[in-house]
């Protein structure tokens, strides 16, 4: 069962007898780039909604050279303020083999439905909010490092989704994670016509309004911690929300790399 068919199933309880009520509240990021100063000021929203979602780029910032440390205190954070999945994004991928000592540490689980290989990822899960179960997908897609992660394979999407949703468990809604560019995404929601919400990352698009695609709405909202989108599903459709903050100044990592790559090459040689 999905969106479509709860509404349809209300619209029977209300014409015939009375509607069981439901509503679910999802609140999203994408892109937070290891924004730690700035999360803080999401907590009011997130602590309101039913799910937590992040749709990738949450621990690494190449352009402030954020590395290991920074990682794990933006996923021990991430866990305190109540988020619930997320999927990886290419910037995740830029840390190396110490991504997956930050996939352990996560107090949530990452996802990625198209990935295979040795990195410790879920394929699917299921979380239980308002009465309902909803499967969470994930999807990352092409612009990764390559070179760094010759044991990991990504799937083509829809194929990946369409091979999911036949093998995973019984569920009423389902929300797809993707981290790729959106034209990728309308290609992936045109061939899953199932998905009852998108929630996109990587372009870092503040979208106002869900973009439609065969009936999937994609949602996308910002970047390093500006802001977040917030989702109400009901009987009644789908209700959107992008919420934007003034963003404090994000400090940067440039002058210790730059002293520490200066300490090596001038160092005393054996």
């Known amino acids: 069962m999905n969106l479509r068919a709860l509404i349809a199933a209300g619209?029977?309880?209300?014409a015939f007898g009375p509607a069981q009520a439901w509503e679910l509240v999802i609140a999203f990021t994408s892109d937070l780039h290891a924004s730690?100063?700035?999360?803080?000021?999401?907590e009011p929203w997130l602590a309101d909604a039913d799910l937590v979602l992040d749709a990738g780029d949450a621990w690494e910032d190449l352009w402030r050279l954020t590395g290991l440390p920074q990682a794990l205190a933006t996923a021990r954070r991430m866990g305190e303020l109540g988020y619930q999945a997320m999927v990886l994004g290419n910037h995740e991928m830029y840390l190396g083999p110490a991504l997956r000592e930050v996939i352990?540490?996560?107090?949530?689980?990452v996802v990625v439905t198209n990935l295979s290989g040795d990195l410790p990822v879920e394929q699917w899960t299921v979380l239980e909010a308002g009465g309902l179960r909803v499967l969470i997908l994930g999807l990352l897609w092409e612009e990764y490092p390559w070179s760094l992660w010759p044991?990991?394979?990504l799937e083509e999407p829809v194929g990946a989704v369409r091979e999911a949703l036949a093998h995973a468990p019984a569920h009423d809604l389902v929300?797809?994670?993707?981290?790729?560019e959106l034209g990728e995404a309308r290609r992936v929601a045109q061939g899953v016509p199932e998905c009852d919400l998108f929630v996109l990352g990587h372009d870092h698009l503040w979208l106002e309004a869900p973009l439609w695609v065969e009936g999937v709405p994609i949602v996308q909202a910002g970047h390093r911690a500006g802001g977040l989108g917030l989702v109400r599903l009901s009987p009644q459709g789908l209700e959107y929300q992008?919420?934007?903050?003034?963003?404090?100044p994000l400090p940067g990592f440039w002058l210790p790399a730059l002293a520490a790559l200066l300490g090596l090459l001038l160092a005393p040689g054996p």
């Not at 730690?36 to 999401?42: F, H, I, V, W």
């Not at 992008?242 to 404090?248: F, I, M, N």
């Open 242 to 248: 992008l919420v934007r903050l003034e963003r404090k």
């Open 104 to 109: 352990l540490a996560a107090p949530f689980p």
């Open 175 to 180: 929300i797809l994670l993707g981290h790729m």
């Open 151 to 153: 044991g990991v394979r």
């Open 36 to 42: 730690l100063p700035r999360l803080s000021a999401l």
């Open 11 to 14: 619209l029977v309880c209300l």
